[in-house]
C-alpha cells in the first residue's frame, strides 16, 4: 500500500499549503498575509521561504482537537508522540533536532529552558486564532534554535462588530475523552477583547509496551487533563498609537510509563504587554515584553513527589518598520531574553542571557522581482557572538510561474539538559541505563540553500522546493555499551550532518471537491557514519478531501509515513520503526446558522502503528461534538 501511494508521488503532487475553505462560494481563499517570515505583515507570494498558514476556519473544520492533531501531516513536519494525548510530543522541521524549532505565541518566545523544546501537547488549541508555520533557517530575525523554522501561535482577538461574539463548544469520545470551550470577544469603540476557557480530559491508553523505553511494566491506562484560560484586551488611541495585553494559561495533569516517574502535574503561561505609535507618517515603532513558564512537579509510582523543574523566559523586544514606499521596507530592532531554571536537580548553571541585533530589507524590482535580506548579530551569555544572515530571491512572473531561492545559516546554543543534566541511573532487567549531560558540547550551527517553483493559476496552486542543509557540531544523544551491565546515553557533537529534501503541495478545486495534498521527501544523515538521523522519516504524503453539500461538510484526510530509526535502549542498538497509513473520516451537520454538530473518525482501518519505539499510539477512535457561534 505505502509503495503504491509514494509511486504515485513521482507522477502526480501532493500539496503543502493547507487553505481556509470559503464558507460562501466553497473556493480555496488563499492565506495573503504573513507576520513570521519577516517580522511584518507582507503577501505570502512575495517571499522566497515555504510557509503553511492555519486559520480559525481551518481548525475547526479539521475538527481538530490538539495542536499535534493540527501539525500532523504538514509539510516539512515529522511529529512523533510518546503515547496518547498529552505526551511528550516532538516536532522536527525538514529532519532537524526537535529543539530547532523556535515556537512563538503572541511574538514571545517560548519553551522549557532545561529541555529546549516546546510542549505542544499542551498548548490549548481552543486558544488559538492562527499558526504561521515558516520552514528553513531564521536565525538571522529571532537568533538561537531557529535552524529548521520557526512556528507562531497567535491567540483568539477581539472580533468585529460592537455586539459581543459567544462561542460555545462541547463533545466526547473514545478513551472517555471530554472537551468543553467557550469564548467571549468584541468591539467597542477603538477597543478589542476577547476572554476565553477550555477544558480536556481523556482517561487515555496504555502509553508505553512492555519492557520498552520507558524502562517499566505498567499496563494502565494513561490519562490527561488540561484547564485553560485566555484573554485579550487592547486599544486603538486617535494617533493611531494602540497598546494591547494578553495571556494564556494551561494546568493540568498527564500520565505516563517510567521507572522513576509517571505522573507530571505542569503549568504552562505566557503573558505579553506591547505598544505602538508612529514616529513618523511611515515610521512604527513597537516595543513588546513578556514572560513564558514552564513549570513541572513529577511524581513516582507510588505517589510520592519525585522532581521538580520550573523554567522561565524573560522576553524584551524593540521593533521598527520603516515603509519608505510601496516597493521598499525596512524593519530592524533589538531582543533581549534571559532564561532562568529553578529545579530540584543539581545543575551546575541556572540562567543565561542572549541579546540580538538584526535588521531585514524588503524590496520590490524591476516589477515583480522581490528580494528580503536579513542579518542579525547575537550575543549568548555561555558560548559567545554569532552572525547570521539570509537572502531570499522571488519572481512572479506574467504566467502564473514563481522561481524563488534563498539561502541562510543559522546556530543553536545547546540546552541546560544537554550542557548540564545530572546524572541519572535506571536500573532495570540486571542492567543500569544512565542519562547525563555533556559540558563539552559546542552549538549547533548551519547553512541551508534551496530553490524551487510555484504556480498560481485559476484553478490550481502547486510549488515544489528543494533543499540542502550542512549541520556542524549537530547534538544528538548517543547510546553506549560500557559493558554487560552498564548502558550510557549522553548528548554528544556529531561532527558534520547533512539533510537533503523535497517538498511538493499541491492544491486545486475538482467537480466541487477541495484536493489539498502535500509531500516530503528527506535524507537526514551523519556523515560520520552514513547512518540515518534517529526519529525522522524519510518520506511522507498526507492528502486532505472536503466538500460541502447544501447544510452538511464531508472531508478525509490521509496520512502516509515511511519507517524511521531509533534507539532500542535495552541494547544500545539501532532499530526500525515501520511505516503507516492511516485514513481519517469527518461529516458536520449545519442545524442552523448558529449551531453545528459534527464527528470524526479517526484511525478508521484500526492501524496498529509507532512512532517512537515501543511507544503506542491510538487505535480506532471517535468524538462527536456540538458548536454554538452567534
Known amino acids: 500500500m505505502q509503495k503504491i501511494i509514494f509511486s504515485s508521488l513521482l507522477t502526480a503532487g501532493f500539496t503543502a499549503s493547507l487553505h481556509a475553505q470559503d464558507g460562501n462560494t466553497g473556493s480555496i481563499a488563499l492565506p495573503e498575509l ?26 475547526e473544520r479539521l475538527q481538530t482537537k490538539t495542536l499535534p492533531e493540527l501539525l500532523k501531516g504538514s509539510t516539512g513536519l515529522d511529529l512523533t508522540q510518546q503515547g496518547g494525548d498529552g505526551k511528550i510530543t516532538s516536532v522536527f522541521m525538514r529532519g532537524t533536532n526537535s529543539d530547532h524549532v523556535l515556537v512563538l505565541i503572541d511574538g514571545i518566545k517560548v519553551g522549557s529552558v532545561t529541555s529546549g523544546t516546546t510542549p505542544f501537547e499542551f498548548i490549548p488549541i481552543d486558544q488559538i486564532e492562527r499558526v504561521e508555520i515558516i520552514r528553513g533557517p531564521q536565525s538571522s530575525l529571532y537568533g538561537s534554535e531557529a535552524i529548521g523554522g520557526v512556528i507562531q501561535i497567535f491567540t483568539r482577538k477581539g472580533a468585529d462588530g460592537e455586539k459581543p461574539k459567544v462561542t460555545v463548544d462541547a463533545g466526547g469520545g473514545n478513551y472517555s475523552t471530554l472537551k468543553a470551550s467557550g469564548t467571549v470577544s468584541g468591539n467597542w469603540q477603538n477597543s478589542w477583547y476577547n476572554f476565553g476557557a477550555s477544558h480536556y480530559n481523556t482517561e487515555g491508553f496504555n502509553a508505553c509496551q512492555k519492557n520498552g523505553a520507558c524502562f517499566t511494566d505498567e499496563p494502565d491506562a494513561d490519562g490527561y487533563y488540561n484547564t485553560a484560560v485566555n484573554g485579550r484586551l487592547g486599544h486603538r488611541f486617535d494617533n493611531n498609537a494602540e497598546l494591547e495585553a494578553s495571556y494564556m494559561r494551561s494546568a493540568g ?6 521507572f522513576f516517574q ?16 508612529y514616529l513618523l507618517d511611515n515610521w512604527k515603532s513597537t516595543l513588546r515584553l513578556g514572560q513564558s513558564i514552564d513549570q513541572n512537579d513529577n511524581f513516582s509510582p507510588n505517589g510520592a513527589f519525585f522532581s521538580r523543574f520550573d523554567t522561565s523566559r524573560w522576553n524584551a523586544t524593540w521593533l521598527n518598520q520603516i515603509d519608505f514606499n510601496d516597493r521598499h521596507q525596512l524593519v530592524f530592532g533589538s531582543d533581549y531574553r534571559l532564561d532562568e531554571i529553578d529545579t530540584t536537580n543539581a545543575y551546575q548553571k541556572n540562567s543565561r542571557y542572549d541579546v540580538g541585533i538584526f535588521a531585514e530589507y524588503h524590496s520590490q524590482i524591476f516589477d515583480n522581482h522581490f528580494i528580503n535580506a536579513s542579518l542579525r548579530w547575537d550575543e549568548n551569555e555561555a558560548f559567545g557572538d554569532y552572525v547570521t544572515g539570509n537572502f531570499g530571491w522571488r519572481f512572479n512572473t506574467p504566467f502564473g510561474i514563481s522561481p524563488f531561492a534563498s539561502f541562510g545559516n543559522a546556530f543553536k546554543a545547546p540546552s541546560f539538559n544537554s550542557l548540564y543534566y545530572p546524572r541519572l541511573v535506571s536500573p532495570f ?6 542519562y547525563q549531560g555533556n559540558p563539552n558540547l559546542s552549538p549547533e550551527e548551519s547553512t541551508t540553500f534551496e530553490a524551487g517553483l510555484a504556480g498560481n493559476h485559476e484553478w490550481i496552486n502547486w510549488e515544489l522546493r528543494a533543499f540542502h542543509t550542512n549541520t556542524e557540531n549537530l547534538i544528538i544523544d548517543k547510546t553506549v555499551s560500557v559493558d554487560a551491565t552498564t548502558v550510557v546515553t549522553q548528548p554528544e557533537n556529531v561532527k558534520k550532518a547533512q539533510i537533503d529534501g523535497l517538498e511538493f503541495e499541491l492544491g486545486t478545486q475538482l467537480f466541487g471537491w477541495n484536493n489539498k495534498l502535500n509531500a516530503t521527501w528527506l535524507d537526514p544523515r551523519d556523515r560520520e557514519t552514513n547512518a540515518r538521523l534517529i526519529r525522522r522519516y524519510q518520506k511522507s504524503l498526507s492528502y486532505d478531501l472536503s466538500r460541502s453539500f447544501g447544510q452538511f461538510d464531508l472531508g478525509a484526510f490521509v496520512l502516509a509515513q515511511g519507517n524511521r530509526h531509533d534507539i532500542d535502549f535495552t541494547t544500545g542498538n539501532t532499530v526500525a520503526v515501520a511505516g503507516y497509513v492511516t485514513v481519517d473520516l469527518r461529516a458536520a451537520y449545519h442545524i442552523d446558522k448558529n449551531w453545528l454538530i459534527s464527528a470524526k473518525l479517526n484511525n478508521l482501518f ?16 471517535f468524538f462527536v461534538s456540538i458548536h454554538y457561534n452567534n
Open 34 to 59: 504573513v507576520v513570521t517570515a519577516t517580522r511584518s505583515e507582507l503577501p505570502k507570494n512575495q517571499l522566497a521561504a515555504g510557509s503553511t498558514v492555519y486559520t480559525r476556519a481551518d481548525i
Open 253 to 258: 495533569r498527564t500520565e505516563f510509563d517510567g
Open 262 to 277: 509517571n505522573k507530571t502535574k505542569f503549568v504552562n503561561h505566557v503573558a505579553a504587554l506591547s505598544g505602538s505609535l
Open 429 to 434: 532487567n540486571g542492567t543500569n541505563y544512565i
Open 606 to 621: 484500526d492501524k496498529q502503528y509507532q512512532t517512537v519505539n515501543t511507544y503506542n499510539t491510538a487505535d480506532r477512535n
